[in-house]
């Protein structure tokens, strides 16, 4: 499929990727923001520019450190695929779901925390901690090259945050596994194949790629679905650990964008090549469907920057708090009576 070529009905990828219309399975359009409201808070509130204020900050954390949109995004996904778009990754305490071990390393509070600063001064008690993540996201995205895509407004901010509740997937699961996991949040498999684009920047510590390198399935022995001359690279840069104490040293997730924080279609292009660096987003060439997807976004960029705006709004809109739910947090570290529940 290619511009200025008429439609060809691919079953996943139709809407999202040609915009025509197609038998399709129904997860592969967006949900209807029945709780949420476009401008919300330019139509029904006092905060006016709200969207506006967080969009200057965020170009300001951009400029100053472009590693800041995927430490957004991954902050994002560890929010809404646990309890909900709720804000409840933000929360301190002790027993938190920022200190579940998944989450260990997670970035970004601090850029959520200017922004919610800015707009307690501008209109205090007005936007919510789990808005501001989500368009902070958007915006982040955006600079890196990818969609302005709509984001639905009027999310509330959830009460509770406990590590017992993040049950994030391991790098190393099945694609069958993963996709299970996308559709008990009502995503789909073109979900799926988008999501993982994100990992085109970014950077993930050794420790989650060493069973690859060194003892795939405990046979002790590299992943040989990797391709030889990548997992020789890798090895040097992520060494056995083989003793208490040993660093963990980070490597980046696409090298071809490295230390760029762009978002390209060389991820899947990568995927293709079987130099992807995490298990999951190499499982993507081991079914039909994402393999499909795999093919079409690494022909064209434009092809992911649809299917993101799309995946990312979805995303977005999982276990939503509106109305009296929650509450609008005056700090996203605690809730107003100052407890973590």
């Not at 200025?4 to 399709?24: E, M, R, S, T, Y």
């Not at 071990?101 to 601090?110: I, T």
Request: net charge positive; aromatic share 10%.
């Amino acid at each position: 499929m290619r511009r200025g070529q008429k439609c060809v009905f691919f079953p996943l990828l139709a809407i999202a990727l040609c915009l025509c219309i197609a038998n399709v399975d129904a997860g592969i359009t967006l949900q209807p923001p029945v709780k949420l409201k476009w401008h919300y808070y330019r139509q029904h509130t006092t905060c006016t520019y709200a969207e506006e204020f967080v969009r200057h900050q965020v170009e300001l954390f951009w400029k100053a450190d472009r590693s800041i949109t995927a430490k957004l995004l991954r902050l994002l996904y560890s929010d809404c695929f646990v309890t909900g778009c709720d804000a409840s990754i933000l929360l301190d305490g002790p027993d938190s779901e920022k200190t579940a071990p998944q989450n260990w390393g997670l970035g970004g509070f601090v850029a959520i925390d200017k922004i919610k600063e800015v707009l307690e001064i501008r209109c205090p008690g007005v936007v919510s901690c789990a808005d501001i993540l989500n368009l902070a996201t958007r915006d982040a995205v955006h600079l890196a090259g990818g969609p302005a895509y709509p984001v639905f407004t009027g999310r509330r901010d959830g009460v509770s945050s406990k590590a017992a509740t993040v049950d994030l997937p391991s790098p190393s699961i099945s694609g069958g596994e993963a996709l299970a996991y996308f559709k008990s949040r009502g995503l789909d498999v073109l979900d799926l194949g988008t999501l993982l684009g994100a990992h085109s920047m970014g950077r993930t510590h050794c420790r989650y790629i060493l069973d690859r390198l060194y003892n795939f399935n405990n046979t002790g022995r590299p992943d040989p679905s990797m391709n030889k001359a990548f997992a020789d690279q890798m090895r040097k840069q992520c060494p056995q650990r083989t003793k208490k104490g040993q660093s963990d040293p980070l490597v980046f997730l696409n090298p071809e964008s490295s230390s760029k924080y762009t978002l390209t279609e060389s991820f899947y292009k990568r995927v293709l090549s079987y130099q992807s660096v995490l298990g999951v987003d190499q499982q993507l060439l081991f079914s039909n469907d994402t393999l499909q997807i795999t093919q079409e976004f690494a022909g064209g960029f434009e092809y992911l920057r649809r299917s993101l705006a799309l995946s990312m709004s979805r995303m977005g809109n999982i276990n939503v708090l509106t109305g009296n739910a929650g509450e609008i947090r005056r700090n996203c570290r605690y809730i107003n009576d100052g407890k973590t529940q």
